[in-house]
């Protein structure tokens, strides 16, 4: 759950909210407006990172238990119990579940699984996204971090606890959408206006087990094998002067945010996506612990004079050269396990990304015009970028010198 002041109510933030945005209008250069235009598309419409969503690329199916289905039918069964909710205001609750979660009970807010809520420090965990996950801890009072244990918790806080006004909102709720947004505004509270993505999963959910269990042959329902259909390792197919960078390795996909994200279990090659000269490769904490910034300009494909980066947790043993230029496919780097894994996409500048508005919430512009890119090369990303071909307006590279601090 996404912390908000309790003071400020969220009609009279949005209100807020829409008056600054006209205030802007009048001041900010047209091209600057256009692109807030652009984002405020993006944060309405865009379907938002399904955490806990990444498949195993190494054996082709996966035991996350969020992957089967069961938890999924677990928190319907919990939900539609005699005296709780009613079919629709449980979809509600769940499509809002969906999106913070996916139903994954030891989910850590920004990827990776913990029998332990503390293990997620001031982050979210657990199938609404506690915040912190000290908050779980508490409300579990040691039990384990399992599905129906979680939902005992959020009960008690929707009927007798902190929540009980959220909790109220949802029962006293008569559509599905308004069931939606009592649990999405009144007891998630995340950063940013309400996501129609939440109602197009509570609308799915009330079509699946609107009869009380799920219709047979739908995809995701428990007992069968899970798709690598999602990974981003194939053939290496060459389009444009330009490649998909991941066609020599098994990648796990992740979220976007200012760029496209993956993660490994075991140390992978990276490709050059198209032909590129290194302006630089400098190791950055700025990007996470013993992470490093690869930055390079494009000389091929329909982004050529633009910059591109690969970043966070690459091996500082196999490094690209400086200066020398590149071919799309030619090997510049490794990626290795652990920390932050790894994060692809336009840079302004080096150690910057094109866009910076999302902060893990959103994904920024340049962060959907490099998936839609890497998608049009065959990798492949966890989230849909969305209608129509790559497009990127950005500026053209700078030199590989470090911004001031704060330029971003």
């Given at each position: 759950m996404k912390r908000v002041a309790n003071l400020i109510r969220p009609r009279y933030f949005l209100a807020l909210g829409a008056v600054l945005i006209q205030l802007l209008a009048v001041f900010i250069p047209a091209p600057v407006a256009a692109e807030l235009d652009d984002l405020r598309a993006i944060r309405t419409n865009y379907p938002f990172y399904l955490k806990g969503d990444q498949l195993s690329c190494g054996t082709g199916t996966t035991t996350a238990d969020a992957a089967t289905g069961e938890n999924e039918q677990d928190v319907w069964n919990y939900l539609n119990a005699p005296g709780r909710l009613q079919p629709y205001q449980a979809a509600g609750v769940m499509g809002n579940m969906q999106a913070e979660s996916h139903f994954d009970p030891t989910l850590?807010?920004?990827?990776?699984n913990s029998p332990d809520p503390n293990a997620a420090g001031s982050g979210g965990y657990g199938l609404v996204q506690w915040t912190p996950g000290s908050k779980l801890a508490r409300l579990l009072n040691g039990k384990p971090s399992t599905v129906l244990n979680e939902m005992d918790a959020l009960w008690g806080e929707l009927t007798t606890g902190s929540e009980k006004a959220a909790g109220k909102a949802v029962m006293d709720s008569t559509t599905l959408d308004q069931a939606r947004l009592a649990f999405e505004i009144g007891y998630e509270r995340h950063?940013?206006?309400?996501?129609?993505?939440?109602?197009?999963?509570?609308?799915?959910?009330?079509?699946?087990?609107?009869n009380g269990a799920p219709s047979s042959g739908t995809p995701g329902s428990a007992g069968g094998p899970v798709s690598t259909e999602g990974c981003s390792s194939g053939a290496v197919t060459?389009?444009?002067?330009?490649?998909?960078?991941?066609?020599?390795?098994?990648?796990?996909?992740?979220?976007?945010?200012?760029?496209?994200?993956?993660?490994?279990?075991t140390p992978q090659p990276l490709l050059a996506v198209c032909d590129?000269?290194?302006?630089?490769?400098?190791?950055?904490?700025?990007?996470?612990?013993?992470?490093?910034?690869?930055?390079?300009?494009?000389?091929?494909?329909?982004?050529?004079?633009?910059?591109?980066?690969?970043?966070?947790?690459l091996s500082r043993s196999d490094l690209p050269e400086v200066g020398k230029q590149y071919k799309a496919g030619d090997h510049i780097g490794t990626l290795n396990p652990g920390g932050w894994q790894l994060e692809v996409g336009f840079a302004k500048a080096n150690h910057l990304a094109a866009t910076s508005v999302g902060n893990g919430n959103y994904p920024s512009v340049s962060g959907i015009a490099a998936a839609k890119f890497l998608r049009s090369l065959g990798a492949q990303t966890q989230q849909d970028p969305g209608p129509g071909g790559a497009v990127y307006g950005g500026g053209s590279c700078q030199d590989g010198s470090t911004p001031p601090k704060g330029a971003n």
């Open positions: 850590i807010e920004g990827g990776g950063s940013g206006p309400p996501q129609p993505i939440r109602l197009q999963f509570a609308t799915e959910i009330l079509a699946k087990y609107g060459t389009t444009g002067g330009c490649t998909n960078p991941f066609a020599a390795g098994k990648f796990q996909l992740g979220r976007t945010d200012d760029g496209v994200d993956y993660e490994v279990d590129m000269v290194f302006l630089a490769t400098d190791a950055t904490e700025g990007w996470g612990p013993g992470s490093s910034f690869f930055y390079a300009k494009l000389t091929s494909g329909p982004f050529a004079g633009k910059c591109w980066y690969y970043a966070e947790h």
